[in-house]
């Protein structure tokens, strides 16, 4: 789901388009390899969604795309620099249907591009003069981290709980959604209730948006052109997802796949023995009934939210991500 390509978001077109021009002239005022790199990996593409949700929660008499646009763009910028440390970490080979920088290059090189982004975010909002802005990235990026790290604790952990997935993807996946909404609701200076209600929107969405990345990886008749990464490659990176985790609760199912899974290298016939596997038990269902749940809940929060302008764009985000599931619903 390329948000600019999507028939629901024409009414973000003109800014989205925008918000390329500001992040190609970014990327071409950049030296050497360094451009190169947040060529391949910043401009070539991603759902923009983040930077989306930022300009929808900004709607209200006070909206100026071109005051929002840095804004915008450290949202893109900083969720690409967590990309390129998720691949150095999970020694991932592709990401938007390209080699990842560490593949191309070096592992050096790919933690220095990762780390100029990372910090860029805050040289960018830093010219807002506002500090509840600079909290609320720092707060989102602390989680980020900690996000990560807990991913790498508990990989090939076989026996953790929901709970802890949770707790992993509301710092690694939801973070982010939440400040994008935040940002917009400071940046129009909205309402304190109504930026908390654009906060709690944000981590709903953005619990369900990575309930659906989970689905998406072992989902067989996806391929790795669709997806822009090998499907099942959570499996073989030893990340427990929330359909394993639920399919781990069949014994059987555990029982012949535990040695697998525990394993440091697993091979793609692995992976395809183990998605087989998977679809045979009901963790499938079970994890889109829960997807479900937390996108409703998302928008169940944007009644609370005020600007019929704003309300009508949350919706629509949340429609596009229940189209691109392949989910179908009665």
């Not at 592709?94 to 090189?109: A, M, P, S």
């Not at 790919?110 to 010219?127: E, P, Q, R």
């Not at 796949?257 to 697993?266: D, F, G, Q, R």
Request: glycine content about 6%.
């Amino acid at each position: 789901m390329i948000i600019n390509n999507y028939k629901n978001f024409e009414f973000l077109r003109r800014d989205i388009k925008k918000l390329e021009k500001y992040l190609l002239d970014f990327t071409n005022g950049l030296d050497g390899i360094l451009r190169e790199t947040v060529k391949n990996t910043l401009v070539v593409g991603g759902k923009r969604i983040r930077p989306a949700l930022l300009l929808i929660c900004a709607m209200n008499d006070n909206y100026d795309i071109d005051y929002l646009l840095p804004a915008a763009a450290s949202i893109e910028i900083i969720h690409t620099a967590s990309l390129i440390h998720d691949d150095i970490i999970d020694k991932s080979i592709l990401r938007r249907g390209r080699k990842t920088i560490h593949k191309t290059y070096d592992k050096d090189t790919a933690k220095f591009v990762g780390d100029y982004l990372f910090t860029h975010t805050f040289s960018i909002l830093n010219n807002y003069e506002n500090l509840q802005i600079i909290i609320e990235m720092s707060d989102a990026a602390q989680n980020l981290v900690k996000g990560e790290f807990d991913q790498l604790r508990t990989k090939r952990n076989l026996n953790q709980s929901e709970e802890i997935y949770f707790k992993k993807i509301n710092e690694k996946t939801s973070s982010l959604f939440k400040v994008s909404c935040a940002l917009g609701g400071i940046l129009s200076r909205s309402s304190c209730q109504d930026i908390e209600n654009m906060k709690k929107f944000g981590e709903y969405l953005g619990i369900s948006f990575q309930i659906n990345d989970d689905l998406i990886d072992v989902d067989v008749s996806n391929s790795s052109i669709k997806v822009g990464k090998p499907v099942g490659n959570d499996i073989k990176q030893g990340d427990i997802t929330l359909p394993l985790i639920y399919a781990l609760r069949d014994k059987g199912f555990k029982k012949q796949v535990e040695p697998v899974l525990s394993k440091n290298n697993i091979s793609d016939s692995d992976v395809k023995i183990i998605l087989n596997l998977l679809a045979r038990t009901d963790a499938l269902e079970i994890t889109r009934n829960k997807f479900l749940y937390y996108l409703n809940k998302a928008e169940e929060i944007i009644n609370s939210i005020d600007g019929q302008e704003r309300r009508e764009g949350l919706l629509k985000v949340c429609n596009s991500i229940k189209k691109g599931t392949g989910i179908k619903y009665a």
